[in-house]
């Protein structure tokens, strides 16, 4: 089992540029997460999708568009790229949207917009 | 608004020795704790829990004590060993509401482990 996985790396924008950042769990997981991480600030949660076909915004949505495609997949957009969406983005899953089902993580994809 | 606070971003400890790491938080709704332990370039992974019906959950070498009173809880690694040198965070959430299912991250504490 390959867990969470995350597509690109390493990516680096211009202002104004959009992409979309793909995330693919095999865990037959339910629930799926967008988080954001700055220094100083934590794990953040964008978006998150609590079971295939329904998503919802975290606490920092703005800037950023979600697709559960299905079970397995959810992709993160950015739009039109801005300095302050610099930052590491972590996709995560779990069985479940329950506070006390352990989410498992992907291994991140660092952003920079110049 | 940060509701969960690591306030010491760095900790050195010597190897064999006990690690103890503090996370408060504001929101005296929360119910639910967890701490995560992350590596350079890999993502968090899932350490320890424990639920405000619980005042202590131990695990192996690692042990969470919750204090609600003081809306305070504490991560113990004892005894740390050089592969506990990462970043561990607090994380709090409430079973219910609107919150359910929702993680608040703390910032993180680096902890290095010297021989």
Redesign the interface.
């Known amino acids: 089992n390959a867990g969470v996985t995350q597509t690109p790396k390493f990516q680096v924008l211009k202002t104004g540029q959009s992409m979309t950042l793909q995330c693919a769990q095999d865990m037959n997981h339910n629930s799926m997460y967008w988080y954001r991480q700055d220094p100083g600030m934590g794990l953040r949660l964008i978006y998150y999708s609590a079971s295939e076909g329904t998503t919802d915004k975290g606490e920092v949505p703005n800037g950023y568009n979600v697709s559960r495609l299905n079970k397995r997949e959810f992709s993160l957009r950015l739009e039109s790229a801005a300095p302050s969406q610099t930052s590491v983005y972590f996709c995560a899953s779990s069985e479940a949207y329950i506070s006390y089902n352990e989410q498992f993580f992907g291994p991140g994809t660092r952003l920079t917009v110049l | 608004d940060?509701q969960?606070k690591?306030n010491s971003?760095s900790l050195s400890v010597q190897e064999g020795r006990i690690s103890i790491l503090n996370c408060d938080y504001t929101n005296s709704m929360f119910d639910?704790f967890l701490w995560?332990k992350k590596y350079p370039?890999?993502?968090?992974?899932?350490l320890i829990?424990i639920?405000s019906i619980k005042d202590k959950n131990e695990d192996g070498r690692f042990t969470v004590f919750l204090n609600k009173s003081a809306n305070h809880l504490s991560l113990h690694i004892v005894p740390s060993q050089p592969g506990d040198s990462a970043v561990y965070?607090c994380?709090a959430?409430?079973?219910g509401g609107d919150s359910?299912?929702?993680?608040q991250?703390?910032?993180?504490t680096q902890v290095v482990v010297t021989p």
Not at chain 2, 41 to 46: N, Q, S
Not at chain 2, 105 to 108: D, K, P, R, S
């Open positions: 940060q969960v690591q971003p639910y995560y370039a890999e993502g968090p992974t899932f829990s639920s965070f994380a959430s409430r079973l359910w299912g929702k993680l991250f703390g910032a993180g």
